[in-house]
């Protein structure tokens, strides 16, 4: 061995231990490491498993919680529909309630007790304004019946369909349910990142989102997601592509319905507003037919000042509640009428105080009854025109801001502002109350998209149906002319004269019965029934003793000759008789036209219709004449008798006159106009004679009818119905009538010929007188005259008069 010191070497197996040291130790670090990997990876995996299979229940359960909220506000969606339908559906049946009742009440001023049928009529003044209000209140009565009817109808279709086809349950599809469900091994799919991230070390990524525009992964928020939310987000929750909810954001079931109300709100407003038009002129109408009641047939005074200030104080409290603002701008009657017509009632009824008044109709009273009568039209007029403005609507620029509780409509229907608070309208909001949100539309919408995939239904883009307020228009229109032509129609009765351009209504005259102050109805000249009223007549018999015993008096005359009749023993029908005619050949003037025929003491006298011309026969043998004209008759001839006292001579002008003796030698015969009551209006045929009393009686044929009623003049100067004979020959025939042998006998000549006699004391006995055939002959006038013959006036081609008269009677 060398001597020299080197390295120091060592046994072999002892370098062998030396060297393998180092790589004992790096394997056992390095298993140790993996060792804790495999720990780390298998806690990782197994804290991310168990988080993976917490949110797939989390997921499950989120997604059916989702789908229960979304039906739940659906269902609200839905009963949202039903309260903003049964808004509308709720007044309209209220109003059709009201309007059922309302026909009622009208319809009972209009017929049931319709003036001037209980009693006389009231001055036509007041007819005017009663008429014209009660007519005004049907109509609008008619028009918010049906657009109450059509607004109920309408709104009900929109809700149903509404909630059958839009706003419907948002209930998950099978293929929905299997989708959100997630099984134990759909954690081997995810990510290895996520399966072995582990926690606080390796936080999970922000919950982000793929931006459209630039097509990478953009965070939408600061919380920490995994992955597999990501996944969820975008596989389970995308939506329809439907826009996301914004402030300014509204669901969409709103919207529709909104638009559908287009429709109809119009008719709600307007059924609204015609019920106080209908209202203010029934109101208006009650008030004058109380009045009109009182005065004409209980014929009290204060009671009517009492019922007129109860339907003043309800037209006033009505007006005052539904009108609480200004009308449209730019309006036509600027003056608030509204504050005035629910007293024109008052001054109505202080001119049927003065109207009805004891007071003589001086001409300053007349003058101031009429004023006021005007005063009344006027308002009435004005407040027509201040119906227009009233339910006029307007635009407006702006919304209107929302108070709880209050009612609310877009600025796209243009309500009539005098109503706005009165019609109760409710529409669908545009807009949310802070806070709340529609699950529907996030449902739809895509997660963390800004709302622009999809457009938001909206309201149909439509102007609001304004077919109501046209029709509504029309009818005030209507109402402004009838209270046109109702003045034109005042002045035109006030200039010339009232009640004159119709004929009266009966063969008694009933006159207005303000024209007879302070008596009852059907009461003439104050003769009786001075006590009678609606419910009877003549209840206090002992008012007034003279009176009583006058109408016993007169009953007493009137049932003798019954009882003399009825005690007589029958008799036998007289045949009748018949006489030939012979013409007499009495030279008439060429020129007079002969109608009438009288005679008296064997001597004839004729009389044409007109102008009061006559000639006189001393005998119907003699064929000379003798003219002469009537001094002091007006108006047409109807009738003469000629008896000892003189002519009687029925006129259509003056009633009847008097032509004392015989005609003058100058050729006049003086008449004078006796102060007694006209015979009653209506007549075609009239005759007037004395009777054995010295009273006359009249025999008058009314148009249309087929009998000849008899009056008899009392001794205050009326006249009374005394009997009735029927017509032997038809109604339409013309005639003419004549009264011989003190009024006992009536003759009856009609325009064929035929001229009829008969005792009026007995229907049985009659005679009829043919007379003779001929052709182009004219008859007229007949009477009667000595040794009970028949004298009959007749023209030939209408020109020639010629005379025939009876010879001997034969069975």
Known sequence: QSTHPGPATFPSRVQIRVGAMPAIAMAAVAAEATAAAAAAAKGAFGYNRANYMFDAGMRWGRFNTGYSMAMAQTSQYREDIDDLTELTVTKADTYHTVGTICFVLNFQLIMAGRLGVHGPSPPGWLMGLYWTNICSALMFLVTFTWMAMHAGARATAGAAYLRTRTVRLPIPTPKMLDKARVTGNSFEKQRIQDMFRIPFVFPAGQESAVDEASGRREPISDRRMPKWYDDEVEELRKGDGGPAPSPTSVPEHFELYRGLQQEWWCYDVYSRIGILFWFSHWLTSASLYSMCHVFTELRLLWPAWTVTACFVTAHWGILRLDITSKPREGSFMCLPIEKMVPFMPVLAVFGMSIDYSVLDPTPFLQGLIYTVSWICYAIQFAWAIRLYDLAAPQRRSTESPEHAGDAWSPMEWPLPPAFKQAVYLVSAPKYLEPGQTCLT?????????????????????????????????????TTISMWVLIMFGRGFEQINGERFLLKQEGRVERWPSHMQPWMAPWTRKGTRQENCHAGGCDRRLSAGQNQVASLAQRLMAALVPLVDVL???????????????????????????????????????????????????????????????????????????????????????????????????????????????????????????????????????????????????????????????????????????????????????????????????DSSAHKIVASAPGTNVAWHGACGISGDRVAHLASENGVVPMLFVTGAARS
């Open 441 to 477: 539309q996030e449902m739809k919408a895509a997660k963390g998209q800004k709302g622009q995939t999809a457009p938001q239904k909206k309201a149909r883009e439509c102007e609001s149906s304004m077919l109501p307020w046209k029709l509504f228009r029309g009818a005030i229109c």
């Open 567 to 761: 005690d007589a023993p029958s008799k036998k029908s007289i045949a009748p008789q018949f006489a030939e005619m012979q013409k007499v050949g009495v030279q008439w003037p060429s020129d007079f036209r002969p109608a009438f025929l009288t005679s008296h003491d064997g001597m004839l006298a004729a009389f044409e219709r007109e102008g009061g011309r006559g000639a006189l026969v001393q005998s119907v043998s003699a064929k000379d004449f003798t003219a002469f004209k009537l001094e002091g008759i007006d108006g047409q001839i109807l009738a003469t008798t000629w008896d000892k006292s003189g002519l009687l001579v029925a006129t259509s002008g003056a009633g009847l006159a008097e032509c004392v003796g015989a005609p003058g030698a100058d050729g006049t015969w003086a008449c004078h106009q006796l102060a007694l009551e006209a015979l009653p209006s209506g007549s075609k045929a009239v005759a007037v004679a004395r009777q054995s009393s010295n009273l006359l009686r009249a025999a008058v044929a009314f148009e249309g009818e087929d009998s000849v009623v008899l009056f008899d003049l009392t001794q205050d100067g009326t006249w009374d119905p005394a009997g009735e004979v029927k017509l032997p020959v038809a109604g339409s025939i013309s005639f003419y009538l004549s009264l011989a042998k003190q009024a006992q006998d009536l003759i009856i000549s009609s325009a064929d010929g035929a001229v009829i006699k008969r005792t009026i004391s």
